[in-house]
């Protein structure tokens, strides 16, 4: 079992492109052939009629979970349909092994509507810290990977946020109404003001990216689930860019954090939205 970070940045120098590569076999065997083909009883309703799964989520979260732990031996898994199953499981966040988080399919909604706007997301972490992470998207034929200090990537471009262009808008993606409590709804109005241009998140995942290449200023999410988010914000922290709560702290993976939170370009943009989040509130 890793016992330190130092061992953690030895195993990705050696085992980065392997993830890279377990990721894409993961896609091209148990997602890609289901696009656009799903039969009725391939998809079911988890938590709401927002919350769909489909065979594709299960079978490549399974098929990842397998060749993860081989690459890491010791390394545990938490995935979006295994916490589903067994909501304990989630615990290993917080715990000493390396973890990795996975989310088969982010933007399963797309994915049943045959749009391409879902993804991939796996992220290594340890103790509450990201070391790396893999975001996917194979119906665009994109990919994403960040290393902790060591830079964010798009299909082996170097990725830098930037910063807004001043005196426009701030392009701010938001949470679906529909995953939100009616605090985090009020605390999400106080981005309708001047200057900003709040609209509806799809793909969190793909949300992530768009920060992170500077096509999108920030996002404004009202949930903590780990698989969501942990990929995109070492994506978006190392093309640049950072991310904070309402409370004016930076999120945490292992949770107990005050929502809703945003993930932005640059530090100013940052500050800016998570002000407007608490003066909304």
């Known amino acids: 079992m890793i016992k330190d970070s130092e061992t953690i940045e030895e195993f990705l120098a050696r085992h980065a492109s392997d993830v890279e590569e377990t990721v894409r076999r993961a896609a091209a065997q148990e997602i890609m052939p289901r696009w656009r083909r799903l039969a009725e009883h391939e998809v079911d309703l988890k938590a709401g009629p927002h919350d769909l799964v489909t065979d594709a989520d299960r079978k490549a979260e ?3 979970t397998e060749a993860l732990v081989a690459l ?17 499981s989630y615990e290993a966040i917080r715990g000493e092994a390396p973890v990795w988080i996975v989310d088969p399919v982010d933007g399963t909604r797309q994915f049943v509507h045959g749009d391409t706007g879902f993804c991939t997301l796996v992220a290594l972490a340890r103790r509450g810290v990201l070391y790396a992470s893999w975001t996917f998207a194979p119906a665009r034929h994109r990919f994403a990977t960040a290393v902790r200090g060591r830079g964010a990537y ?10 807004p262009e001043p005196g426009r808008d701030l392009r701010v993606a938001t949470s679906h109404p529909d995953y939100t409590t009616d605090e985090q709804k009020r605390a999400l109005l106080g ?12 793909s969190a995942g793909l949300e992530y990216l768009a920060v992170a290449r500077g096509e999108s200023d920030a996002t404004a999410f009202s949930w903590e689930a780990a698989w969501d988010h942990a990929a995109g914000l070492l994506l978006v922290e190392e093309a640049g ?17 005050t929502l809703p939170f945003t993930a932005a370009r640059d530090a100013a943009t ?5 002000g407007l989040l608490s003066d909304g509130a």
């Open 191 to 202: 981005l309708r003001t001047e200057g900003v241009a709040p609209r509806p998140c799809g």
């Open 154 to 163: 798009l299909d082996g471009e170097r990725l830098h946020a930037g910063s």
């Open 270 to 274: 940052a500050r800016r939205v998570a």
């Open 62 to 64: 399974l098929y990842l």
């Open 241 to 257: 860019g950072t991310h904070l709560t309402r409370a004016g702290e930076p999120f945490r993976i292992t949770g107990g954090n």
């Open 72 to 88: 890491l031996p010791g390394s545990v898994v938490v995935g979006e349909e295994a916490v589903h199953a067994n909501p304990a």
